[in-house]
């Protein structure tokens, strides 16, 4: 089997996925080199493996936090460092936000498009979507620059052991392009015919 992306759907190849990604690649258009995770991730297929338990700085997690059915990833809760701006800049459902998750210390520029806004806290409920999405968009596009982390929610996928109400566990969301663990409190554990619905708040990078 020959080697596939890893499916962080990162644009950096230019396409809007990895799997638009294969696809090029089976018809010449792109080689594996043109994937920026070639060059650091060893030749090979890839299966769950993926997820391995522990991160790139060889730190333990519990659990993943994949998307719910039919959704492009987990649902990430955000604050902007100037809440205001969801009010004065009328961000609304479907408008994509940038910034920076600098509350929890990621380096990255994330791109998030949003499912709702709370004109009063601030919190935006949001899908991380590739930065391709922000040189396609034609939308409103709202720069805030940096942001807190307020929550994730999403299917929650053991790697070590399960998320437990009430405690404070590592776990990775999925498609998290640096693979790097985070923290969190676990306030809500549902089980659902989809699988385990899980809520982290108060979310650190450690």
């Known amino acids: 089997m020959a080697w596939v992306p890893p499916g962080k759907d ?34 090979g297929p890839r299966d769950k493996a993926e997820y391995s338990g522990t991160d790139i700085t ?16 987990a649902r990430k809760f955000v604050v902007p460092f100037r809440a205001d ?9 479907g408008h994509l936000v940038l910034g920076r998750p600098a509350g929890p210390g990621c380096p990255l520029y994330h ?24 040189r396609k968009e034609k939308g409103p596009v709202h ?6 982390v307020h929550a994730f929610e999403g299917i929650a996928e053991t790697v070590i052991r399960p998320p437990t ?12 392009m640096i693979d790097l663990s985070h923290t969190a409190l676990v306030n809500m554990v549902l089980k659902k015919k989809d699988g385990v619905h899980v809520r982290v708040e108060d979310i650190r990078i450690m």
Do not use: M
């Open 10 to 43: 990162c644009g950096a190849c230019g396409l809007p996925s990895c799997d638009d990604f294969v696809k090029a690649v089976k018809k010449k258009k792109k080689t594996n080199e043109d994937c920026t995770f070639f060059a650091i991730e060893p030749p």
């Open 58 to 73: 060889g730190a333990k997690y519990d659990f993943i936090i994949r998307a719910f059915p039919g959704e492009p990833s």
């Open 85 to 93: 701006l969801v009010e004065k800049w009328d961000i609304q459902k």
């Open 111 to 134: 791109a998030l498009r949003v499912l709702s806004a709370n004109p009063i806290t601030g919190v935006l409920e949001c899908h991380t979507v590739g930065p391709l999405e922000a």
């Open 143 to 148: 720069d805030v620059q940096a942001y807190h």
């Open 165 to 176: 109400l009430g405690l404070r566990q590592r776990f990775l969301p999925g498609y998290c």
